[in-house]
């Protein structure tokens, strides 16, 4: 019986070899395995080295814009990263074309993380607006490298989309109430739901007569004069008209740009508060971030804080105590795509939510950037909209849209703006920047 059950045994596994040889025609089961086709998600992608990195300035709606070219070892791929600090833009294409290249050539194009790091701490010194902005132009370029080897936008490699489209808002400015509320209109017809409102310019400074200083001669001429008293008495005023004549559904932001003394912005916010605006920006200088605990302590007007920020670790504090509600983050300034997620990252714990700095001095590519974030970004608040005339679409094609106040990323691997480098050498950069404010008696302002 025993004999019996092995002789059967031993014909079920001969009948099981010889079938498994006859599936995989005579192979064996090792080898059939290694003659299968690898799906293309197995077999990863080849590495590939950078093989150069250029600053390219243009400015063909006025600011100077710096954008970091990184090309690799595989002909045809490269990334783009908006470098732009329009003020010093001489100095940080020094930055990307003496320094950056040499420091870059060689390296993993994939490893943003450990480039980031490294690039960070290897001047020693950490962080400052050139180095920082020359860094964020790198970290950008390779998260747009990154995109289109893995054939994906940027938000998908972030997480995905939280959004069908990143909730914006517009600049209204007017020299009265009333010319500022009818500009507020014009927005809204267009759709945005968010305007942010200023009369006679940052600090009403088109509303300030001749000063003292110009008469005496002293400080440049072409020095802006700020009426401290006569701006505080504006602000008020400007949310009042508006808020009549356009209703409580728009949403009202403004910025203070830091310009008035923190206990004279603390009473000023405090009036705002019947007119329920969304946030009021920058009320302090970073010199002055111990007011913002008696600021909290006085007003439950939202508040966005962090364009002058040069290090993530400036938000930290601040973040954990919960002293303002909007990630204000120029995000070349900060480094990047990168350091700006760690902080937005940050930010969900403490119910602080993002609001990128996007003016006009700010590429395509990094409004292109800020975009990409806001859509994977879970505790978005707000972003700046971008306008872009056509001399900026004919030097960066694919320039984001915005529609029914809702801006949107092209809809293609990496960041999905590209420049035409033919059209950006026609718009040449200059070191014309002066963002000097003074008081009265010539007394330097603090932005």
């Known amino acids: 019986?025993?004999?019996?059950?092995?002789?059967a045994m031993k014909t079920l596994g001969l009948g099981a070899a010889t079938g498994l040889l006859g599936m995989f025609g005579g192979t064996s089961p090792a080898e059939a395995r290694a003659s299968k086709v690898q799906p293309s998600y197995a077999k990863g992608l080849p590495p590939l080295k950078i093989t150069s990195v250029k600053a390219?300035?243009?400015?063909?709606?006025?600011?100077?814009?710096?954008?970091?070219?990184?090309e690799t070892s595989e002909p045809g791929l490269y990334g783009l990263g908006c470098a732009t600090f329009t003020q010093r833009a001489f100095a940080v294409v020094t930055a990307i074309d003496k320094y950056l290249s040499e420091f870059c050539v060689g390296r993993d194009v994939d490893n943003i993380e450990d480039m980031w790091h490294s690039a960070y701490v290897s001047s020693y010194w950490r962080n400052g607006p050139v180095l920082n902005n020359a860094l964020s132009g790198l970290d950008q370029a390779l998260w747009d490298i990154k995109g289109k080897r893995a054939n994906m936008p940027v938000y998908?490699?972030?997480?995905?989309?939280?959004?069908?489209?990143?909730?914006?808002?517009?600049?209204?400015?007017?020299?009265?109430?009333?010319?500022?509320?009818?500009?507020?209109?014009?927005?809204?017809a267009e759709g945005f739901r968010h305007v942010r409102i200023q009369q006679g310019g940052y600090g009403a400074a088109h509303l300030a007569q001749k000063p003292d200083f110009k008469e005496a001669k002293f400080a440049s001429e072409s020095d802006v004069f700020m009426d401290q008293k006569t701006y505080l008495k504006s602000v008020p005023k400007m949310f009042e008209v508006v808020r009549k004549r356009c209703g409580e559904d728009v949403e009202l932001l403004h910025d203070i740009h830091e310009r008035v003394e923190p206990m004279d912005a603390i009473n000023m916010i405090k009036k705002l508060e019947e007119y329920s605006p969304f946030f009021i920006e920058d009320p302090f200088s970073p010199e002055n971030m111990k007011w913002f605990k008696t600021l909290r302590q006085t007003t439950s007007v939202p508040i966005a804080m962090g364009e002058l920020f040069n290090n993530i670790n400036e938000f930290k504090e601040p973040m954990?105590?919960?002293?303002?509600?909007?990630?204000?983050?120029?995000?070349?300034?900060?480094?990047?795509?990168?350091?700006?997620?760690?902080?937005?990252?940050?930010?969900?714990?403490?119910?602080?939510?993002?609001?990128?700095?996007g003016p006009g001095?700010?590429?395509?590519?990094?409004?292109?950037?800020?975009?990409?974030?806001?859509?994977a970004t879970w505790n978005f608040g707000i972003q700046e909209a971008g306008r872009f005339n056509e001399k900026l679409q004919e030097v960066f094609p694919g320039c984001p849209t915005v529609k029914n106040g809702y801006m949107f990323v092209n809809e293609v691997p990496g960041i999905g703006v590209d420049i035409n480098e033919k059209a950006a050498a026609k718009y040449p950069i200059s070191t014309k920047s002066n963002w000097q404010v003074r008081k009265r008696d010539g007394t330097s302002i603090r932005p």
């Open 156 to 188: 998908q490699l972030l997480g995905g989309k939280c959004r069908f489209g990143v909730d914006t808002y517009a600049h209204a400015n007017g020299n009265t109430p009333e010319e500022l509320a009818d500009n507020v209109q014009k927005f809204m």
């Open 56 to 70: 390219i300035a243009t400015a063909p709606a006025g600011s100077n814009l710096i954008v970091v070219k990184v």
């Open 320 to 357: 954990a105590e919960q002293l303002f509600d909007y990630i204000r983050i120029h995000v070349s300034q900060i480094g990047g795509i990168t350091p700006a997620m760690k902080v937005a990252r940050l930010g969900e714990w403490f119910n602080v939510k993002t609001a990128w700095h």
């Open 361 to 375: 001095d700010v590429s395509p590519v990094g409004h292109s950037a800020h975009t990409h974030m806001d859509f």
């Open 1 to 7: 019986m025993e004999n019996s059950r092995r002789d």
